[in-house]
Each structure stands twice: as structure tokens, then as C-alpha cells.
């Protein structure tokens, strides 16, 4: 399983971070997630456990030490994210600045 095919699906990184902080039930986890279906969350989890980032433990649904290996990356692509999102703003706004007036 290719790392962007499994870090690509929705929801899968969003689980990652939630798990930042500590292990999570099943339920807890969904609620942080919001509209996650228990299914998508089912499947995200299988494949996360599969690629060695998460278990399941007692205490509910925990990273490994891989999967804080990959909580490590976040920061370089937010930043990445934050520099390609003001590029968009940027583009945007000139191109509404060229655009003709109507009246």
C-alpha cells in the first residue's frame, strides 16, 4: 500500500491528528471527526493499522511509534499548504482586479 494512496483518503489524516494526543475509543474518535461515517472510520482504521501507524489497544485506538513518525510531518506540508493557499488568494484577486467592470 502506497503511503499517498493510504494518506490520500479522506479522513485519514484527519484520524491521525486526532490521535495526537492519546489513545481514543471508537466513538470518541468519530465524534471528533464530525460527519465520519462508523463505516469510513472502520476502514480508515483497518487501513492505518495495516500500514503500521495505528493499533488497537484497550484503552481504545492508539498511534504507534511510526505513526508519531508521521505526525512529525504535518508541520513541513501545513507550511506548504499555507504558502500554496496565499498563492490561490493571490491569483484570485488579481485576476478579479483584471476582470472588467459591469455597471
Known sequence: MALLDVLGRRWT???VWELRDGPLTFRELQ???????SSVLNRRLAELR??????HATSGYRLTAEGHRL???YPPVQAW?????ARER???????ARAPRRR
Open 90 to 96: 493571490k491569483a484570485a484577486t488579481e485576476a478579479k
Open 50 to 55: 495495516r500500514a503500521g501507524a495505528t493499533e
Open 31 to 37: 465524534v471528533r471527526c464530525g460527519s465520519m461515517s
Open 13 to 15: 489524516l484527519r484520524i
Open 81 to 85: 499548504a499555507e504558502r500554496w493557499a
Open 71 to 73: 505526525l512529525e510531518l
